[in-house]
């Protein structure tokens, strides 16, 4: 089966920096990928890592290391708008490509 | 970008009706397209993947008589919600791949079910 472990909470300060991390047991992986979703809204692509290492878009970065498990995602410059849930999610070879999502991490900004 | 549209946003029926939700992508064919069912403050939870022309595979659990997914073209999939319950109150989310690539899978709006 799969399962995919983050926080259900994080609080942090605006301008300040978060780190959200997700492990994840997966029979077929592909990819560790992020999404975010406001209230009420559909989930919007943030990155995606296909291999070790440390992507970056704008404020925002991804790290996975498959001998680990482990991926995060980093938030920089917090601001108010960033008030979301975060999930990762994996791509599993082995469940037809398909992309299956963590539970979420809601993320309160405080001013 | 890449849109995929949903239809209604969001609906109330009563409890035993039907609801058929449409979900679109307005400028691309999508080879596959996926539904999820999403609970307040809970994980989006994969239903059933379609692909064009061929029937609907469910996630285990998922009951295919009660959910009908229907893949008319490569640019619309319908999901009707049939005899309707409370417990079936939920936010469904579309979404539609185009390749094999994660930065291409295009999620919808969301439609908020309300059964009374």
């Known amino acids: 089966g799969q399962s995919l472990e983050q926080p259900s909470e994080v609080t942090a300060v605006e301008g300040a920096i978060v780190q959200i991390n997700c492990t994840y047991q997966t029979s077929g992986f592909y990819g560790l990928s992020w999404y975010q979703q406001h209230d009420g809204g559909a989930p919007t692509f943030l990155s995606y890592n296909g291999l070790d290492g440390l992507e970056e878009t704008g404020r925002f970065s991804s790290f996975l290391s498959r001998s680990d498990s482990y991926g995060y995602l980093l938030l920089q410059e917090l601001q108010m708008k960033d008030s979301a849930s975060y999930f990762c999610a994996v791509r599993d070879w082995d469940r037809d490509d398909k992309i299956i999502f963590g539970k979420g991490t809601r993320l309160h900004i405080l001013p | 970008g890449a849109v995929v549209s949903q239809h209604p946003s969001w609906v109330i029926c009563k409890s035993g009706t039907s609801v058929k939700i449409e979900c679109r992508s307005l400028?691309?064919?999508?080879?596959?397209m996926f539904w999820y069912r999403q609970f307040p403050k809970q994980s989006l939870m994969l239903m059933a993947t379609s692909n064009e022309g061929s029937k609907a595979t469910y996630e285990q659990g998922v009951e295919k008589d009660k959910f009908l997914i229907n893949h008319a073209s490569l640019t619309l999939s319908t999901l009707t919600v049939t005899s309707a319950h409370p417990e079936d109150s939920s936010f469904y989310i579309c979404?539609?791949?185009?390749?094999?690539?994660?930065?291409?899978?295009?999620f919808g709006p969301g439609t908020r079910l309300t059964v009374t």
């Open positions: 400028d691309f064919q999508a080879t596959t």
């Open positions: 979404s539609a791949r185009v390749g094999t690539d994660p930065h291409e899978q295009y």
